[in-house]
């Protein structure tokens, strides 16, 4: 079982970017599944995750500017990362489960 997640990039502030990550050897409905990132000389942190029954949680500070959202068909979570700021830039990892991370994708914002 793996996930590989793409679509970062560079993006000035206030710009958006949809990020992907697609599951390989299990459904994306199967676990908990979710992103998290990581800043430069800073811990990981959880961004937003939904639950197998479809109940999503984000966190305070992406909450109304982030959407998670999955495609059980296409084995693919996603994540809209809208009016973003120079710290969201960070590299953003999926994990299902707790246990299972795909190798994460870098999101630059610049001001």
């Known amino acids: 079982v793996q996930l590989q997640a793409s679509g970062g990039g560079w993006v000035q502030s206030g710009g958006f970017r949809k990020l992907s990550c697609v599951a390989s050897?299990?459904?994306?409905?199967?676990?908990?599944i979710g992103w998290f990132r990581q800043a430069p000389g800073k811990e990981r942190e959880r961004v937003s995750c939904v639950s197998r029954s479809g109940s999503a949680m984000y966190a305070g500070s992406v909450k109304g500017r982030f959407t998670i959202s999955r495609d059980n068909d296409k084995k693919t979570l996603y994540l809209q990362l809208n009016s973003l700021k120079p710290e969201d830039t960070a590299v953003y990892y999926c994990?299902?489960?707790?246990?299972?991370w795909g190798q994460g994708t870098q999101v630059t914002v610049s001001s």
């Open positions: 994990n299902a489960q707790g246990t299972i």
């Open positions: 050897g299990f459904h994306v409905d199967t676990y908990a």
